[in-house]
Nanobody, 126 residues
Framework: QVQLVESGGGSAQSGGSLRLSCAASGYAVSSKCMAWFRQAPGKEREGVASVSSYGKTYYGESVKGRFLVSQDDAKNTLNLEMNSLKPEDTAVYYC????????????????????WGQGTQVTVSS
């Protein structure tokens, strides 16, 4: 059974850093398309970063150059390093996994992901 559990959320000052981790069970993270999404209060859920099972990454425009997505095969986790945080990064962050891997991943098409974590809150104060 596939399960995703996020951790690492919390509070940070503007300009600070946080690192999120998504622990996967039931499959190897490097075998599936995976992504991070976020949802701020009153807004729709949006894509943050995605990674294919070939290691190709894709970032949303608002986080490009500040966030880094990576996979840790030894720990079987999907990680999101968030730097130069801004108050507008405040949101609940979710990791998601597709049922397949390969070079053609859903990127930020949410319907392409079948498994979701419960989310972790990130709050950035100015």
């Amino acid at each position: 059974q596939v399960q995703l559990v996020e951790s690492g959320g919390g509070s940070a000052q503007s300009g600070g850093s946080l690192r999120l981790s998504c622990a996967a069970s039931g499959y190897a993270v490097s075998s599936k398309c995976m992504a991070w999404f976020r949802q701020a209060p009153g807004k729709e859920r949006e894509g943050v970063a995605s990674v294919s099972s070939y290691g190709k990454t894709y970032y949303g425009e608002s986080v490009k150059g500040r966030f880094l997505v990576s996979q840790d095969d030894a720990k079987n986790t999907l990680n999101l390093e968030m730097n130069s945080l801004k108050p507008e990064d405040t949101a609940v962050y979710y990791c998601a996994a597709a049922t397949y891997g390969g070079p053609y991943c859903p990127q930020f098409r949410q319907q392409g992901y079948s498994y979701w974590g419960q989310g972790t809150q990130v709050t950035v104060s100015s």
